[in-house]
């Protein structure tokens, strides 16, 4: 128990797999660029060639020198109590109580699909109404098992600059933190259209209502009208039903601009449901 975090929940390191391969790409590149650097220093067809040969034995002791500096900088640990975080990287030790976040930002910015499944979940593209969604379930639970996310905690500290999180403890940083929040809003489906919830700057939920600061005007969507909310090229699009019932985009904002997608959209599966978080 780390202060009062309470229990310690995992651990998460950089997959080694990623230490590994940058120091055999480093000896690699020493021995092949360096071997190519002599050849051309020994056997010079023309003046150019010896020019050549010097540079590539710069770069033999320069990119070795730069692939394992990187080696042991990628080196991360995050370890996550029931309401704390502990981050360790190359920049030291940031230690955290949930209530000093004041969110968790994507830092995966690439389109994809996004299944709900279990009130939780940012998996890649397409966030779709309550019955297509208990439909992923299954397929959801799969990609969650494996998927790798990265992730920044945001401070409510001002000035502090965002943490990074090391991504193969990502989403699970997220689903306690998430389950976190909900405990501490008591958030459930019966009162999710009375919160006052921010997910960043330019983003807030207030009695059912979204609004999206702009610098054209601000946009405003209920909760309840929303009948998808689209994830791709690192943008959230909300939709909404015209009087025809054709979707129209109302809200369209940049994912690193939103904190906390995944009490977002665990907020946008209880009014689809219209069911309680379990």
């Known amino acids: 128990m780390e202060q009062n975090f309470g229990n310690q929940q995992v651990t998460r390191k950089t ?33 150019e060639d010896t020019i050549m040969g010097y540079i590539a034995l710069g770069l033999a002791v320069f990119l070795p020198a730069v692939l394992v500096f990187l080696s042991f900088k990628i080196r991360a640990e995050v370890t996550i109590y029931d309401e704390g975080v502990i981050v360790k990287g190359s920049k030291g030790t940031h230690k955290l ?9 994507d830092a995966n910015t690439s389109g994809g699909n996004i299944f709900i499944g279990g009130g939780l979940g940012v998996i890649g593209a397409i966030v779709v109404g309550a019955a297509q969604a208990a439909g992923h379930a299954a ?56 919160l006052n919830l921010s997910f960043g700057e330019d983003l807030n939920l207030r009695d059912g209502i979204f609004t999206h600061k702009h610098r054209k005007g601000d946009e405003a969507l209920a909760l309840a009208d929303i009948s998808t909310i689209n994830f791709n090229e690192g943008s959230l699009d909300f939709f909404a039903l015209n009087d025809k019932g054709k979707e129209r985009r109302v809200i369209h904002i940049r994912l690193v601009d939103v904190l906390n997608v995944d009490l977002l959209f665990t907020i946008y599966e209880m009014q689809a449901n219209g069911g309680d978080h379990e």
């Open 15 to 47: 997959k080694s797999s990623k230490v590994v391969w940058l120091r055999i790409g480093a000896v690699a590149a020493f021995f092949l660029v360096g071997a190519a650097g002599l050849y051309f220093v020994l056997n010079p067809i023309d003046p």
């Open 139 to 194: 397929a959801d639970a799969s990609r969650r098992r494996n998927r790798i996310r990265d992730l920044a905690i945001v401070p409510k500290t001002t000035g502090a600059k965002p943490i990074s999180v090391v991504n193969t403890g990502g989403d699970e940083l997220s689903q306690i933190y998430t389950e976190w929040l909900i405990k501490q809003h008591s958030i459930t489906a019966g009162n999710i259209n009375s």
């Open 97 to 105: 109580h949930f209530s000093e976040i004041a969110g968790l930002r």
